[in-house]
């Protein structure tokens, strides 16, 4: 079974700046979930998706940050304009409607914004 | 508000050790409580998940244990080796928000040969 796939895996940009990233959930998996991991930090849930439905979006900073799930499978993350404390690894994770316990992650990208 | 927060930062033990990693959280109202492990580069591998009904569960040379309501749970690797060293993370599912889980800052494990 092939995982969570996610690309780029790095991304440098200078502040202010676009960035969009992309993620290619397990398939079947319904929900998708996009992380933002801070150096030295856990894991912080932006928005999860479920299907083409935001289910939860409260800790996504709107004003910068959105997210599109096209047809309830292909998800992007778009940043714009970067700040310098967006600087993390973007982390994308999967997972069946009635497992949400077993929630599958994929390897990442990690943005410097300079 | 959930605030997760994982003792030491960091721990660098001689390989055979048997070690003990710390977990804590101050909203006993969660669904369950996982602990993951990250390898650099890589995602998120779920290690053990322990249901808020549960008091620990096992895997291999794994133990965690739960106590929802003084709100810690530990994590016992029993004779550690080098492949053991990576990130290893907790995170708590509260009640009634979807699949949210919130992490830990976690511990970096170093085991050294």
């Known amino acids: 079974e092939a995982g969570v796939a996610q690309s780029p895996r790095y991304k440098i940009i200078e502040k202010r700046q676009s960035v969009a990233f992309w993620c290619n959930p397990i398939?079947?998996?319904?929900?998708l979930y996009w992380y933002q991991q801070i150096l030295g930090q856990g894991p912080k849930l932006l928005i999860q998706?479920?299907?083409?439905?935001?289910?939860?979006d409260s800790q996504l900073p709107k004003d910068r940050f959105s997210a599109e799930r096209l047809k309830g499978v292909d998800s992007t993350l778009k940043i714009q304009p970067a700040k310098l404390e967006d600087s993390a690894v973007y982390l994308c994770?999967?997972?069946?409607?009635?497992?949400?316990?077993?929630?599958?992650f994929g390897p990442g990208t990690r943005l410097t914004v300079t | 508000k959930q605030e997760v927060t994982q003792i030491p930062a960091a721990l660098s033990v001689p390989e055979g050790e048997n070690l003990v990693l710390n977990c804590s959280f101050t909203?006993?109202?969660?669904?369950?409580l996982q602990w993951f492990r990250q390898d650099p580069g890589k995602g998120l591998t779920s290690l053990l998940l322990?249901?808020?009904?549960?008091r620990e569960q096992t895997s291999g040379r794994l133990n965690a244990s739960l106590d929802k309501s003084s709100g810690r749970s530990t994590l016992y690797i029993a004779a550690s080796q080098p492949g053991d060293s990576a990130t290893y993370l907790c995170?708590?599912?509260?009640?009634?928000?979807?699949?949210?889980?919130?992490f830990g800052q976690g511990t970096e494990l170093s085991v050294k040969p």
């Open positions: 994770a999967s997972s069946l409607v009635k497992r949400v316990d077993e929630q599958y």
């Open positions: 398939s079947g998996h319904a929900t």
């Open positions: 998706f479920q299907n083409n439905g935001v289910v939860d």
């Open positions: 909203d006993s109202a969660i669904y369950n």
């Open positions: 322990i249901q808020s009904s549960q």
């Open positions: 995170a708590v599912r509260p009640h009634n928000q979807g699949g949210k889980l919130i």
